[in-house]
């Protein structure tokens, strides 16, 4: 979840590295700092709280220098303080250390380092590290072995990056397991680093990415990637599209209100290059799926954590329904734990926005082991999920900067979608008429996506009757139930109201219990396979007082004369549904916390990228 920044060139690193922690906000943070050799020391600067802080501090005190590492901490181990805070020097002052991750043989090492005579200035795991690397540190060794030696002594995964006052010419930044991404930049007489991408830019496109036991020796001129064994390691440098002005939220007042407002865009992006509309067909070419391999599948297991996971909900009726293929879907934190049945003819999907979740990597790796096939659907570009993938599907959203994943969740559900369609083609379980009925459906979903968020008012109006409510309940059937899931998330992800989602059919089964004047419910009722049993759900909830929120199709008159209110989506294919029906539920959990005046992006508790179990 920590941010990492890290210079090397001609510039001063101060400015560079703080302005880079500005664009990793979004991952989540209770402390900043940075460290910079200036005039051959290095000098730090820590404070709790917010960025703000630490600009302050460094207009109080500057610090200027050419090479610099900068971090924005989540506390994992010690309380959010400034003597906590990254960067960690050791006793000598010659070496510092910023980190993202756990170790997790710490206390084990921290008592071997002290019973050495090491002093420990914070209560961090992440202290040990410098201490391991000046251990070994010594005329004869150089900050690179040092290093070596001292990553592979640290269990966990994790992201590092090292200076020393001494070899003031060279970052060193390693990569283990997957506790997130260091990205290297690649500038002119300048170098970068980062743990994601929007960091570095604004300066360049130019990036490659540490893969698991990597490290990295960064000088002005460019970078040498070796494993921790020693070993030269090849590297690609991919050049990233994105342009770091999408990053800005221009004329809205969160990144979380210009996300939603993106999605006609995202959609149409993700749909790009993908579908031929004149033939009916889709391609998905990083697959790397053959019709042999698609009518092999015996089953696909899809794993993912939070909204993700609520998109694998979607996609396991989209895909029983369309390819005939059984479909499971796992909590990605369960998944390994539970000895999962999956072999050779088992596909295991991944979905994940950052592509770096600890949970799910560590799910495709149990599934690697069993001998499953590897499928990720990711939206950063390079992202471990993508690389050890055996194929991909990318979301091609655009970074998505606020921590409530808004269209980090419609464009899985289209990918989805295109892969069931895909498959069932492949395996000869949807006939012509069928299929091209199904691409002509995908076509309308960006503007249909714009209608919707065409009718805010109506949203806005809904907020303001529900600011402030304590309790919520969303109820949704069929392909909609995951829907009802991913609204309820939304609510309490960033206003605080408690809310859950359940299947509708499950409400005389304990929820009908909780129905009063003060719980509010939240149907989602499109003209779907399910209508009528929604009909009955929201009937049964006017009866007992409840007040009812639904989110129905144009001109529906039974449910407008039922519902206190109604969130009007146009007519929708059932199978797509899903796309247009969360759209209202993300606009009311955005403006119910808009109007509770509280931190829409940056939720507390909470982080973009979740890179530790």
Same mark, same amino acid.
């Given at each position: 979840?920590?941010? #990492?920044?890290?210079?090397?060139?001609?510039?001063?690193?101060?400015?560079?590295?703080?302005?880079?922690?500005?664009?990793?906000?979004?991952?989540?943070?209770?402390?900043?700092?940075?460290?910079?050799?200036?005039?051959?020391?290095?000098?730090?600067?820590?404070?709790?709280? $917010?960025?703000?802080?630490?600009?302050?501090?460094?207009?109080?005190?500057?610090?200027?220098?050419?090479?610099?590492?900068?971090?924005?901490?989540?506390?994992?181990?010690?309380?959010?303080?400034?003597?906590?805070?990254?960067?960690?020097?050791?006793?000598?002052?010659?070496?510092?250390?910023?980190?993202?991750?756990?170790?997790?043989?710490?206390? !084990?090492?921290?008592?071997?380092?002290?019973?050495?005579?090491?002093?420990?200035?914070?209560?961090?795991?992440?202290?040990?590290? *410098?201490?391991?690397?000046?251990?070994?540190?010594?005329? !004869?060794?150089?900050?690179?072995?040092?290093?070596?030696?001292?990553?592979?002594?640290? $269990?966990?995964?994790?992201?590092?990056?090292?200076?020393?006052?001494?070899?003031?010419?060279?970052?060193?930044?390693?990569?283990?397991?997957?506790?997130?991404?260091?990205?290297?930049?690649?500038?002119?007489?300048?170098?970068?680093?980062?743990?994601?991408?929007?960091?570095?830019?604004?300066?360049?496109?130019?990036?490659?990415?540490?893969?698991?036991?990597?490290?990295?020796?960064?000088?002005?001129?460019?970078?040498?990637?070796?494993?921790?064994?020693?070993?030269?390691?090849?590297?690609?440098?991919?050049?990233?599209?994105?342009?770091?002005?999408?990053?800005?939220?221009?004329?809205?007042?969160?990144?979380?209100? $210009?996300?939603?407002?993106?999605?006609?865009?995202?959609?149409?992006?993700?749909? %790009?290059?993908?579908?031929?509309?004149?033939?009916?067909?889709?391609?998905?070419?990083?697959?790397?799926?053959?019709?042999?391999?698609?009518?092999?599948?015996?089953?696909?297991?899809?794993?993912?954590?939070?909204?993700?996971?609520?998109?694998?909900?979607?996609?396991?009726?989209?895909?029983?329904?369309?390819?005939?293929?059984?479909?499971?879907?796992? #909590?990605?934190?369960?998944?390994?734990?539970?000895?999962?049945?999956?072999?050779?003819?088992?596909?295991?999907?991944?979905?994940?926005?950052?592509?770096?979740?600890?949970?799910?990597?560590?799910?495709?790796?149990?599934?690697?082991?069993?001998?499953?096939?590897?499928?990720?659907?990711?939206?950063?570009?390079?992202?471990?999920?993508?690389?050890?993938?055996?194929?991909?599907?990318?979301?091609?959203?655009?970074?998505?900067?606020?921590?409530?994943?808004?269209?980090?969740?419609?464009?899985?559900?289209?990918?989805?979608?295109?892969?069931?369609?895909?498959?069932?083609?492949?395996?000869?379980?949807?006939?012509?008429?069928?299929?091209?009925?199904?691409?002509?459906?995908?076509?309308?979903?960006?503007?249909?996506?714009?209608?919707?968020?065409?009718?805010?008012?109506? *949203?806005?109006?809904?907020?303001?009757?529900?600011?402030?409510?304590?309790?919520?309940?969303?109820?949704?059937?069929?392909?909609?139930?995951?829907?009802?899931?991913?609204?309820?998330?939304?609510?309490?992800?960033?206003?605080?109201?408690?809310?859950?989602?359940?299947? %509708?059919? !499950?409400?005389?089964?304990?929820?009908?219990?909780?129905?009063?004047?003060?719980?509010? *419910? #939240?149907?989602?009722?499109?003209?779907?396979?399910?209508?009528?049993?929604?009909?009955?759900?929201?009937?049964?909830?006017?009866?007992?007082?409840?007040?009812? #929120?639904?989110?129905?199709?144009?001109?529906?008159?039974?449910?407008?004369?039922?519902?206190?209110?109604?969130?009007?989506?146009?007519?929708?294919?059932?199978?797509?549904?899903?796309?247009?029906?969360?759209?209202?539920?993300?606009?009311?959990?955005?403006?119910?916390?808009?109007?509770?005046?509280?931190?829409?992006?940056?939720?507390?508790?909470?982080?973009?990228?979740?890179?530790?179990?």
């Amino acid at each position: 979840m920590c941010g #990492i920044v890290g210079y090397i060139g001609a510039q001063d690193a101060t400015p560079i590295i703080l302005n880079g922690l500005r664009r990793l906000e979004y991952r989540g943070y209770d402390s900043a700092g940075l460290a910079v050799i200036q005039n051959g020391q290095i000098e730090v600067r820590r404070e709790v709280g $917010k960025l703000g802080r630490l600009a302050a501090r460094i207009n109080e005190t500057p610090v200027r220098g050419n090479t610099g590492i900068g971090h924005t901490r989540w506390a994992t181990h010690g309380e959010p303080s400034t003597r906590n805070a990254h960067p960690h020097v050791g006793m000598t002052g010659e070496v510092v250390v910023v980190h993202n991750g756990i170790v997790e043989n710490y206390l !084990e090492l921290r008592q071997e380092l002290t019973a050495e005579g090491a002093k420990f200035n914070s209560d961090t795991d992440t202290e040990v590290i *410098v201490h391991l690397v000046e251990r070994y540190l010594s005329g !004869e060794t150089g900050l690179v072995e040092a290093a070596r030696k001292a990553l592979q002594q640290i $269990k966990g995964a994790h992201g590092i990056v090292l200076l020393s006052s001494r070899e003031p010419d060279k970052i060193v930044a390693a990569r283990i397991g997957n506790a997130g991404g260091v990205v290297i930049g690649f500038g002119e007489g300048e170098m970068f680093v980062a743990s994601d991408m929007p960091a570095i830019l604004e300066h360049t496109r130019k990036v490659a990415f540490l893969e698991s036991r990597q490290m990295a020796v960064i000088t002005r001129q460019g970078a040498e990637v070796q494993t921790l064994a020693g070993k030269p390691a090849a590297y690609t440098v991919h050049t990233v599209a994105w342009d770091p002005i999408a990053a800005e939220k221009g004329e809205y007042r969160h990144f979380m209100l $210009k996300e939603i407002h993106e999605q006609v865009r995202s959609l149409t992006d993700t749909i %790009a290059g993908r579908v031929d509309f004149e033939s009916g067909r889709i391609r998905l070419p990083d697959l790397k799926l053959t019709t042999e391999q698609a009518r092999a599948i015996s089953k696909i297991t899809i794993t993912a954590c939070g909204t993700a996971g609520h998109a694998g909900m979607v996609g396991k009726v989209l895909i029983e329904r369309l390819a005939r293929i059984p479909v499971e879907v796992d #909590i990605a934190s369960e998944f390994r734990y539970r000895d999962p049945l999956v072999d050779h003819n088992t596909v295991v999907l991944a979905i994940s926005q950052s592509g770096e979740t600890a949970d799910t990597l560590a799910a495709m790796e149990e599934a690697r082991q069993k001998g499953a096939r590897l499928w990720s659907i990711v939206n950063a570009i390079g992202s471990q999920a993508m690389r050890i993938a055996d194929g991909f599907i990318s979301m091609q959203t655009g970074p998505e900067i606020g921590v409530a994943s808004t269209k980090a969740f419609t464009a899985p559900l289209v990918d989805l979608y295109m892969l069931a369609v895909l498959l069932a083609d492949l395996r000869g379980t949807i006939d012509e008429k069928t299929r091209r009925q199904a691409i002509a459906d995908l076509s309308r979903i960006p503007s249909l996506v714009g209608t919707c968020l065409e009718r805010e008012g109506e *949203v806005k109006e809904v907020a303001r009757a529900l600011k402030n409510v304590q309790h919520c309940l969303y109820l949704g059937r069929g392909v909609n139930m995951p829907i009802a899931y991913e609204g309820a998330l939304k609510l309490k992800e960033i206003s605080y109201i408690h809310a859950e989602g359940y299947p %509708a059919g !499950e409400m005389k089964h304990g929820p009908i219990a909780l129905i009063d004047r003060d719980m509010p *419910v #939240i149907v989602l009722a499109p003209r779907d396979p399910w209508y009528d049993k929604m009909l009955s759900q929201i009937e049964q909830a006017k009866s007992r007082g409840g007040m009812v #929120i639904a989110v129905a199709c144009d001109g529906d008159e039974k449910i407008a004369g039922l519902a206190d209110y109604t969130l009007s989506i146009p007519e929708t294919p059932w199978m797509l549904s899903p796309v247009t029906t969360v759209i209202p539920l993300q606009l009311l959990a955005y403006h119910i916390a808009a109007l509770r005046g509280l931190d829409v992006d940056q939720p507390r508790n909470l982080a973009k990228s979740v890179t530790v179990e």
